[in-house]
């Protein structure tokens, strides 16, 4: 016997899916908008975009996610994109970016002034946001900073089993590995590569934060890291993250003086004008207001970066990690020489 | 007698059968091509030359990449073969406290992440974490003095991706338990088999359909894997793609690599396939009597209570309990208004998307029974592929022909009209559901036809003999047969929408957020504690059906 039963549960579960999706998110606006693109993720953007938006009235619509992925869709976009800008984290996507003709140049008085030209594409197709240094921190007490002098000793066999350092899928190591390329060559660099891979205290695993926890639980002596993730353990309330953070410090490595003193390996979060943006004053306005003293402090606060523009005033934090000389590579080889380190890490082993 | 049905089937004219006979196919065919269109752009790449770039992966990582995907696939196996088919045993045919209790609750742990159950369990047992660190406060040990096992390793991916893969399996073959007839059990039991012999002997191979079913669906997630192996520092597949895309700069030889992934998919495919050609079991009782389940005591209870328990602990009330102490210290500065909005978006996704890939599902399952030529047959494979391919390749793959037909159009409307319509499908929720039915209709389709497999063909027979027209057989016959596995395609693939992450990330529209995406920013960020709302809500919204959905399982077993 078969009763018939009907299936309210199926019927009743609303479709409202279709129903968003048919809605259309890019509604001819009256009010002006500006469109962007952005790798950093929302967090760490949208205060500022909202007191742009405060004081310009411009309207900046957000979406966030991979550069690399952001810009396929950049791509596959074509001219009707509806971005107008696109922001990253690194200089090589920037530069991928701009040899795709996915960006245009752009002329700004105020992003010259502020923003030096290092920092800058040489054709003004992007302008540096802010910079991310990736110097050595060692746990005071194990290790004696006068041992230390730049990345290229770190291979020394002194340090086999003291040193933590992530992934070589990550791209920060990509692009120092990049950086070492530059100054060194590939032969030299890869021998370095294996000198490290030698070294390392564990297999790679976890993100910077990782590297740092584990030094400071005395796996390693060495961790390589970026300076705002050993800034934002510091800031935090959780003794997780603080506790770790106050056993490291940071030792600028390639300072003048040892070895070639190139400096240190920096990189720069940046922005560029999309080639298919049909607001492209409003999008250079916005990068305007991004290297605006007011929103360079603020990196630096919130953000534990560091500023692009000089003469802004940094957080106690980085203030007390003192001034260092940052390598003046020019940013577009770091994306360059990228795939070139990735084939060399892949060959040495680094995991 | 509830079945009244005129003594009489009317003969449909023969034009419009004909009709029938070439809509089925035709409906069929164009569907699984659309859906196989992203991956079909992707694996198109394999014609594009990448280079010199692969001999440098086979001499370097591509050994690994095999390697690793094998082992985590054969270890996600073990663990979801054990917890997720002993627990389904234990649920449905025995008694033991707690059973009712367990019978939803084991299917918590698929409202969890599997990224976010690794940073979870990272965080607790790492190194630094507090376990650790208190055994070395208590003992005064350092590095090395000790050993502890690596969470971050293969096995541990391993065993991350099994805690929240593994109510895959379970659902499957609880339903498979239940909906077996208690007349062969008993026959079983009668000739003097005990239980665990009618388990191995009986029950397992009439379930193992549900039970491979269950199990590629799983070892498919794992093969899509990214944010744990990325996280826990295993090359597999799937992060050798993005380091070929990314890192090398090479999204040829990645495509290609994505191409040789789905020769993975195509294998377990085939082994389920073989499976299940291997076992055409049908019931052959409509007496499903409520089950006598075997009355477990003292050791055995408490044996069946720890295996059941084991799972949920591990997979659902340690890392919610984490996420929750995490979310405290967070709390007032992260669940603002904006998290209703999160919530909701994710949930009306996730309920469209489960809603849609359902009816897609039944639409395929049926073209397929009723008509199984063999480009059907191929056309129902080919649409569920999706399912094992990394979701920012299927995101990548679902963006390039919907900018190229918005493009054309515009390009068009220029040309003739001189307007520009820009991006009418790109950057909107549509391209979002559509890379979501990609990717999870394997699902749905796989629940569904796993449910219709267990209606014998000679049922349909009979209610037409009966003269009840195509349309009754399946309101009357199919659709109470069917209800359970229809639900739980429902929770399936909402469940999955609920979490998924990279495609929703890289085609959602403007200003557009979901609960998955603001988590993964935070933990990404490596600020665990501060993406530990999102998180839980995650599983908190997921909750609600998950509980819903599973009463409704167990009663339409006890309906029939």
């Not at chain 1, 800008?85 to 200089?91: F, G, K, R």
């Not at chain 1, 502020?114 to 054709?123: F, I, K, L, S």
């Not at chain 1, 910077?208 to 005395?218: E, L």
């Not at chain 2, 050791?299 to 069946?304: F, N």
Request: hydrophobic share 50%; net charge neutral.
């Amino acid at each position: 016997m078969i009763p018939f039963r009907h299936h309210s549960l199926l019927a009743g579960l609303p479709l409202l899916g279709l129903v968003l999706a048919l809605g259309t998110p890019s509604a001819l606006a009256e009010t002006e908008e500006v469109n962007l693109y952005s790798a950093r993720k929302e967090a760490l953007i949208k205060p500022l975009l909202e007191r742009f938006t405060e004081e310009t009235g411009i309207e900046v619509n957000l979406v966030t996610g991979k550069a690399d992925a952001l810009l396929q869709r950049l791509k596959n976009e074509g001219r009707n994109s509806p971005a107008d800008v696109l922001l990253t984290v690194d200089a090589g996507n920037l530069h991928r970016a701009k040899a795709a003709g996915l960006t245009r140049a752009f002329e700004s008085e105020t992003v010259a002034e502020a923003v030096p030209e290092t920092y800058r594409d040489p054709e003004g197709h992007w302008t540096g946001l802010s910079l991310r240094a990736r110097p050595i921190l060692y746990v005071k007490g194990e290790v004696d900073p006068s041992e230390l002098s730049t990345y290229e000793a770190l291979a020394d066999p002194k340090w086999k089993g003291r040193i933590c350092i992530r992934s070589s899928s990550n791209v920060y190591n990509q692009s120092l590995v990049a950086s070492l390329i530059a100054a060194d060559g590939t032969e030299t660099t890869e021998e370095w590569a294996e000198g490290i891979v030698a070294n390392m205290a564990r297999p790679p695993k976890g993100g910077d934060r990782d590297q740092i926890k584990a030094a400071a639980a005395g796996q390693c002596d060495i961790a390589i890291a970026n300076t705002y993730y050993l800034a934002g353990m510091l800031k935090s309330d959780d003794p997780g993250e603080k506790e770790p953070a106050e056993k490291v410090a940071i030792f600028w490595p390639n300072q003048p003086g040892s070895g070639d003193g190139r400096g240190t390996h920096v990189n720069v979060s940046g922005a560029a004008v999309t080639a298919a943006s049909e607001n492209p004053d409003a999008a250079v306005e916005l990068i305007e207001f991004l290297v605006s003293p007011e929103s360079q402090a603020w990196y630096a606060e919130v953000n534990g970066e560091y500023p692009v523009r000089e003469g802004v005033e940094i957080s106690p934090v980085l203030a007390e990690w003192g001034e260092f000389k940052a390598d003046d590579l020019d940013l577009v080889k770091l994306g360059e020489l990228n795939a070139a380190a990735v084939k060399l890490m892949d060959r040495a082993g680094w995991k | 007698m509830a079945v009244s049905a005129p003594a009489v089937a009317r003969h449909d004219p023969v034009d419009r059968r004909r009709f029938g006979q070439h809509l089925w196919p035709t409906l069929v065919i164009t569907i699984a091509l659309l859906l196989a269109l992203p991956v079909a752009v992707v694996v198109g790449f394999v014609f594009v030359p990448a280079g010199e770039v692969w001999q440098h992966l086979v001499e370097t990582v591509l050994p690994d990449y095999v390697s690793n995907s094998l082992l985590l696939m054969l270890g996600v196996a073990l663990g979801t073969l054990i917890g997720g088919v002993g627990t389904a045993w234990l649920t449905s045919m025995c008694r033991f406290p707690g059973r009712a209790l367990f019978e939803w609750a084991l299917l918590l742990p698929m409202a969890m992440p599997a990224y976010i159950i690794a940073y979870t369990y990272t965080g607790m047992l790492d190194f630094a974490g507090p376990v650790q660190t208190l055994i070395r406060d208590l003992t005064g040990w350092g590095w090395g003095d000790y050993w502890f096992p690596q969470i971050r390793s293969l096995p541990g991916a391993a065993l991350m991706l099994s805690l929240v893969l593994y109510p895959y399996v379970y659902l499957l073959a609880r339903a498979a338990f239940l909906s077996q007839s208690l007349c062969v059990l008993d026959v079983s039991r009668t000739l003097g088999n005990g239980p665990w012999r009618t388990f191995f002997t009986v029950a397992l191979p009439l379930a193992r359909p549900a039970i491979v079913a269950g199990l590629s669906l799983a070892l498919m997630e794992t093969l899509a894997d990214y944010g744990t192996v990325q996280y826990f520092g295993v090359p597999t597949f799937t992060t050798g793609i993005f380091r070929t895309w990314f890192g090398l700069g090479n999204p040829a030889a990645a495509a290609q690599l994505s191409a040789l992934l789905l020769a993975f998919v195509f294998a377990l495919i085939l082994l389920e396939r073989w499976s299940r050609g291997q076992a055409r079991y049908h019931s052959t009782s409509q007496r499903q009597q409520s089950i006598r389940r075997l009355h477990l005591r003292g050791g055995q209870a408490a044996a069946a209570f720890g295996f059941c328990a084991l799972p949920l602990t591990l997979g659902f009330l340690l890392p919610a309990g984490q996420l929750a102490a995490w979310s405290l210290t967070v709390a007032d500065q992260r669940l603002d208004a904006e998290f209703a909005t999160l919530a909701l978006n994710s949930l009306a996704l996730a309920a469209g998307a489960a809603v849609l890939a359902l009816a897609l599902a039944l639409l395929l399952g049926y073209g397929h029974r009723l008509r199984p030529t063999k480009p059907v047959q191929a056309a129902v494979r080919v649409a569920g592929l999706g399912y094992a391919v990394p979701g920012t390749v299927i995101a990548v793959g679902v963006m390039i022909p919907f900018a190229w037909l918005d493009n054309s159009v515009d390009a068009w409307m220029r040309a003739t009209f001189g307007i520009s319509t820009g991006l009418l499908l790109s950057g909107t929720l549509v391209a979002v559901i559509f890379a979501y039915l990609v990717r999870f209709l394997a699902v749905s389709l796989q629940t569904v036809e796993s449910g219709l497999g267990k209606i014998r063909p000679s049922m349909d027979e009979a209610g037409r003999a009966m003269g009840l027209r195509p349309r009754q057989v399946l309101g009357r016959i199919h659709m109470p047969m069917l209800q359970g596995s229809l639900l739980t395609a429902l929770l399936l693939v909402f469940v999955d929408v609920l979490k998924e992450l990279p495609a929703t990330l890289i085609l959602r529209p403007f200003n557009f957020n979901t609960l998955a995406v603001r988590a993964y920013e935070l933990a990404s960020d490596e600020r665990l504690a501060d993406s530990a709302p999102a998180a839980l809500t995650i599983v908190a919204a997921g909750l609600i059906p998950v509980i819903i959905l599973s009463r409704s399982i167990t009663r339409s077993r006890a309906s029939l």
